[in-house]
């Protein structure tokens, strides 16, 4: 299997509270992705990361929010959590891809709930 | 803007027998990647087998292997004496092929199969 791991795979948390969802690498991969998927349907990319100190929204409008301090740590934050939030949320990273595929490795998830 | 189509939200076959999961995709494009990946239940997503654009051979991975028909933009997996473990979610994904400017490099993913295997 890939290393990149998830901190929390769960966490259920009241509405209001800030929460940051942890992501990290040992691949030594430059780009990151961060998805949201709803049980049993597809990702959608809310963030992505072409290297430190680079990052983008993706095709889906969030409310979260990601920084690239580290080449292999890409934590994704909620400032105030609401019950819109609650899915999973998948990380990704891919080798260097200009001149090759780009397969993107991912994370176990975290399945986040919100009440 | 590329899309993925996958028309099949459910899919079943017996254990040992073959099974076929169809993805259309739609793009302007000459070079790209396309990918099919497995989610199994509450386990990683995982790539099952990748086929570049450009080579008209279809890609195999042991009792995985894909039917790429370009002109027709279809990219089906075929999985051959389906097992127990095949039970999974299975994506189909797009990339553009290097070049191209980086924000167009993202991974463009269908909709999802769920394939269950029966005893």
């Known amino acids: 299997e890939a290393d990149i791991y998830q901190t929390p795979r769960y966490l259920v948390i009241g509405t209001g509270k800030k929460i940051t969802l942890e992501c990290s690498q040992t691949?030594?991969?430059?780009?990151m992705y961060w998805y949201q998927q709803d049980p049993g349907m597809e990702l959608h990319l809310i963030h992505y990361?072409?290297?430190?100190?680079?990052?983008e929204k993706g095709d889906l409008s969030s409310e979260s929010t990601v920084s690239r301090i580290r080449t292999e740590h890409f934590p994704l934050t909620l400032e105030s959590a609401r019950p819109s939030h609650t899915s999973q949320y998948l990380c990704?990273?891919?080798?260097?891809?200009?001149?090759?595929?780009?397969?993107?490795?991912f994370g176990p998830g975290t399945r986040l709930t919100v009440t | 803007a590329q899309t993925v189509t996958q028309s099949q939200p459910e899919m079943s076959v017996q254990e040992a027998e073959t099974v076929t999961l169809s993805c259309t995709y739609d793009?302007?494009?000459?070079?790209?990647?396309l990918f099919w990946y497995k989610q199994p239940p509450s386990r990683q997503m995982i790539l099952v087998i990748r086929?570049?654009?450009?080579?008209?051979q279809n890609a195999t991975e042991n009792r995985f292997s894909v039917n790429f028909q370009k002109a027709a933009k279809s990219f089906s997996l075929k999985i051959s004496d389906s097992q127990l473990g095949d039970a999974a979610m299975y994506f189909c994904?797009?990339?553009?092929?290097?070049?191209?400017?980086?924000?167009?490099?993202?991974?463009?993913f269908g909709q999802g199969t769920r394939l269950t295997i029966n005893p």
């Open positions: 990704a990273s891919s080798e260097y891809f200009e001149a090759g595929p780009g397969e993107q490795y």
């Open positions: 990361s072409y290297g430190v100190n680079s990052t």
């Open positions: 793009t302007s494009e000459s070079d790209y990647y």
């Open positions: 086929q570049e654009a450009y080579k008209q």
């Open positions: 691949m030594g991969h430059d780009k």
């Open positions: 994904a797009y990339r553009s092929a290097p070049g191209k400017i980086q924000g167009a490099q993202k991974l463009v």
